[in-house]
C-alpha cells in the first residue's frame, strides 16, 4: 500500500463528464490497495473568468480580494470531485485550503507554501477515504485565502506529497507527458520517457507551463517523485500500464543513463524589453535602475550592460509583457529624473527561446550551432544569455514559432 497524491488539471476536470472519469480513476486507485490524495484545479477557463469579472469592475482590483474569487474555482472542482468519487462507491471529503491548513505567506496572488498540516489528510486517509484538497490557494498567518500563482495547482500537489513523504506524485494533464517543446507549437516534439529535474526546471523557469516552477523546486527540494501523465486516456486501462506511462522526473545522480546534449526547447512568449541609453558609467547605477523595479516586485529576467564609451553606457533587460508599462513608468520617474540618462526605449514584443540540456556540460559547440540555425531563418538575435545547461535568445516575437521549429530539427529532437 503506497500513499499516492494525483492532480488534475482544468481540462482534466474541465465538464462533470470528465470529473466522474477522473472519479473512475481514482477508484481504480483505491480499490487497488492505495492511500490516494487527489488535488484538483479548477474547471478549466473557470479561473480566468472570475478573475475578469474583477476586472469589469476595476483595473487594478486589490490582490486580497482577487485571491478571495479566484479560490473558489478549486473549490467548486473539488466538491464535484467529493460527490463523484461517492457515486463510485468511494468514501470521500473534500477541503479547502484553510481547512487542512496549507500555510502560506502573505503574498497574495503569489504566494508561497510555508507548511502543510497532515494530521486531517491522515487520519483520514487511515480511515480508508480519497482525500480531495484544494489545489492553487492556501491561507496566510492573519487566516486570509492566498493564491500560489497561475499554475499553481502543480506546486500545491508536490507540496502535498512532500508534506506527507508520499510515494509518487502524479501530475495528470491533457498532454501524456514532457515533451521536447511544447506540442502545441512544433508538431515533430516528442514525449520524454524521463528528463532531469534540473532540466525540467529549466524548462519551466523558461516558460514551459506543464509544470509550474515552484512545483519543480518542490520536487527537487524533497526528492518527491514525480510523473506527468496524461488524464485522458480510458480511466479504467491497467494500473501496471498507467504506473509506468508519462515521464518521470529524475535527479541526475540516480540516473545510468548518458544524457542527451539537448533535452528540450522552452520559449516564452511575452517578454518585453527595455534599454536606457547613455547611462551615465559610475558605481551603483544598476542598483539605481533595477532597485525600483524590484521594489515593485516585478521579475526582471536578462540584464545586459554594454561597454562603455566616454563614461556612458547603454543598459538593457527584460520584464515580462504584463509588467513592461508600470516598469516603463517606473523608470521615467527615477531614471531620467534622477540619474541623467539619455533615452529610454522600449519592444514589448519579443519573446525568449532557450535550448536546455544537461549533456550543454560537457559537449561543444551548442551554441554556435544555434546561432547558425537561427542566421540561416534570417532571425536576428536581440539579447542572448547562458547557463551550464541552456542557452536563451531574445528574438522578434514574429520568429519564435520558427526558431522552436528550426532549433527542434537541427539539434535532431524528433529523433530518439
Ligand atoms: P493543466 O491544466 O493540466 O495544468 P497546463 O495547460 O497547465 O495543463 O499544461 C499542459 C500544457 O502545457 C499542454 O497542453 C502543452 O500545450 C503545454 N506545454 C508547454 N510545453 C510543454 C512541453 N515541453 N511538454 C508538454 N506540454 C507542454
Ligand atoms: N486554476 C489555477 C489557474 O488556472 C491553478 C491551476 O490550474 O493550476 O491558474
Ligand atoms: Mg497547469
Same mark, same amino acid.
Given at each position: 500500500?503506497? &500513499? ?10 474541465? /465538464? ?13 486507485w @483505491? ?9 484538483? !484545479?479548477? @474547471? ?17 482590483? !486589490? ?8 479560490? %473558489?474555482?478549486?473549490?467548486?472542482? /473539488?466538491? #464535484?470531485?467529493?460527490?463523484a468519487?461517492?457515486? $463510485? ?23 508561497? &507554501? ?72 512544433c ?9 532531469t ?13 506543464? #509544470? ?13 517523485k514525480t ?10 486501462i ?17 540516473? %545510468? ?9 522552452? =520559449? ?8 536606457? *541609453?547613455?547611462?551615465?558609467d ?10 525600483? *523595479? ?8 536578462? *540584464?545586459?550592460?554594454? $561597454?562603455?564609451?566616454? /563614461?556612458?553606457?547603454? =543598459?538593457? =533587460? ?11 513608468? #517606473? ?13 529610454? #526605449? ?13 549533456? @550543454? ?19 536576428n ?9 541552456? *542557452? ?13 521549429r ?11
Open positions: 500500500m503506497a &500513499i499516492i497524491v494525483h492532480k488534475y488539471g482544468g481540462t482534466s476536470m474541465g /465538464s462533470t463528464e470528465r470529473i466522474q472519469n477522473v472519479a473512475k480513476r481514482v477508484a481504480k @483505491m480499490r487497488a490497495g492505495h492511500q490516494i490524495v487527489v488535488v484538483p !484545479s479548477a @474547471m478549466s477557463g473557470e479561473t480566468n473568468r472570475l478573475l475578469a469579472l474583477a476586472k469589469e469592475i476595476a483595473p487594478n482590483p !486589490s490582490p486580497r480580494e482577487l485571491d478571495q474569487i479566484a479560490a %473558489t474555482g478549486e473549490q467548486v472542482s /473539488s466538491g #464535484l470531485l467529493a460527490i468519487l461517492q457515486e $463510485q462507491g468511494i468514501d470521500s471529503i473534500s477541503y479547502a485550503g484553510w481547512q487542512v491548513m496549507v500555510r502560506t505567506d502573505s503574498a497574495f496572488t503569489k504566494a508561497r &507554501i510555508m507548511e502543510i498540516d497532515d494530521s486531517k489528510i491522515l487520519a483520514d486517509l487511515n480511515a480508508g477515504k480519497a482525500v480531495v484538497i484544494t489545489g492553487f490557494q492556501g491561507v496566510d498567518p492573519d487566516g486570509n485565502i492566498t493564491t500560489l500563482g497561475r499554475g499553481g495547482s502543480d506546486t500545491s500537489a508536490v507540496a502535498v506529497a512532500a508534506a506527507l513523504k508520499a510515494d509518487e506524485c502524479l501530475i495528470y494533464t491533457d498532454v501524456d507527458g514532457v515533451y521536447t517543446t511544447d506540442p502545441r507549437v508538431e515533430d516534439a516528442r514525449r520524454l520517457d524521463h528528463i529535474f534540473e532540466e525540467m526546471l529549466e524548462m519551466a523557469s523558461l516558460g514551459s507551463k506543464v #509544470l509550474q516552477i515552484r512545483s519543480v523546486e518542490f520536487a527537487g527540494k524533497y526528492k518527491v510523473r506527468v501523465l496524461s488524464s485522458l486516456t480510458d480511466p479504467m491497467p494500473l501496471e500500464q498507467e504506473m509506468k506511462s508519462g515521464t518521470l522526473i529524475t535527479f541526475e545522480e540516480d540516473s %545510468t543513463m548518458e544524457a542527451a546534449v539537448i533535452s528540450g526547447i522552452a =520559449f516564452n512568449r511575452d517578454e518585453a524589453k527595455i534599454t536606457i *541609453i547613455d547611462v551615465p559610475r558605481p551603483g547605477i544598476a542598483y539605481q535602475i533595477l532597485g525600483p *523595479i524590484a521594489e515593485a516586485n516585478i521579475d526582471v529576467d536578462m *540584464i545586459i550592460q554594454n $561597454q562603455s564609451v566616454d /563614461s556612458k553606457t547603454d =543598459f538593457t =533587460f527584460t520584464v515580462p509583457r504584463a509588467e513592461y508599462q508600470k516598469a516603463l513608468d #517606473l523608470l521615467k520617474n527615477s531614471v531620467q529624473k534622477h540619474i541623467g540618462a539619455k533615452e529610454i #526605449l522600449g519592444d514589448a514584443k519579443v519573446s525568449k527561446v532557450s535550448v536546455v540540456g544537461v549533456g @550543454m556540460r560537457s559537449h561543444v559547440g551548442v551554441a554556435s550551432k544555434m546561432f547558425r540555425t537561427l542566421s540561416e531563418e534570417g532571425i538575435i536581440l539579447m542572448i544569455s547562458t547557463s551550464e545547461i541552456k *542557452i536563451s535568445v531574445v528574438i522578434d516575437e514574429k520568429y519564435m514559432e520558427l526558431a522552436v528550426a532549433l527542434h530539427k537541427v539539434f535532431e529532437l524528433d529523433q530518439k
